[in-house]
């Protein structure tokens, strides 16, 4: 059985989350306290050399990163492939996980960050941070929202890993002011709709 080290509350470790439940795999959860620095004592170090999350152990086999770990689970466990299986349709499915991981995340952390951790630990937010990421946010949101008016999903009507990896930075974006910018994009507010409420997502979030 798989086993995952890493926190229900972490975006990459929800991204493995949902990879698991939509492929209905049975995993063990390992669960790492942020607050007690559990992912950065010896024993998850050496699973996880940075001291991040998440890590996998399959057998005897171990890895880490979020979206190395789901193309994996995608590849060897059983059920509905998130990823497509011509050629063409893989490329596109890489071309938006690059997006997001350079061109949405960035700026999207930015204002999770700010309006969300920051208010965890008591801090005010650094409103020059948002600032300086708002531009790029809706950049990216106008390139987003033209490719989510093809089809039910960023690849038309196959939901694959490349949703997977947007979701858990849009979960946390509409809890900031970020979600104005996105409101504002009637196709991805559309994809959000549709892609929050898959089972797979609303046991990742616990809903």
Not at 38 to 59: L, N, Y
Not at 126 to 135: F, G, S
Not at 182 to 189: E, G, P
């Amino acid at each position: 059985m798989i086993k995952l080290y890493g926190n229900s509350m972490s975006t990459c470790t929800r991204k493995v989350l949902a990879t698991l439940h939509e492929k209905q795999a049975k995993f063990e959860m390992v669960s790492l306290d942020f607050m007690k620095g559990e992912h950065k004592t010896p024993a998850h170090v050496a699973r996880q050399p940075f001291g991040q999350m998440p890590a996998i152990e399959d057998g005897d086999f171990t890895l880490f990163e979020s979206r190395a770990i789901i193309r994996y689970l995608d590849d060897t466990l059983p059920g509905q492939s998130l990823t497509p299986k011509d050629p063409k349709g893989r490329a596109m499915m890489e071309q938006w996980i690059s997006v997001e991981s350079a061109d949405f995340t960035p700026p999207a952390m930015a204002y999770i960050g700010q309006f969300m951790f920051n208010k965890m630990m008591g801090k005010e937010p650094d409103l020059a941070i948002v600032e300086a990421a708002k531009p790029k946010l809706e950049s990216c949101l106008k390139v987003l929202d033209k490719a989510m008016a093809k089809g039910p999903h960023l690849l038309g009507d196959q939901f694959t890993l490349a949703d997977i990896c947007l979701m858990p930075y849009f979960e946390y974006a509409m809890m900031t002011p970020a979600a104005e910018l996105i409101n504002a994009h009637k196709n991805t507010v559309a994809w959000w709709k549709r892609v929050s409420e898959r089972a797979s997502w609303k046991a990742t979030t616990a809903k």
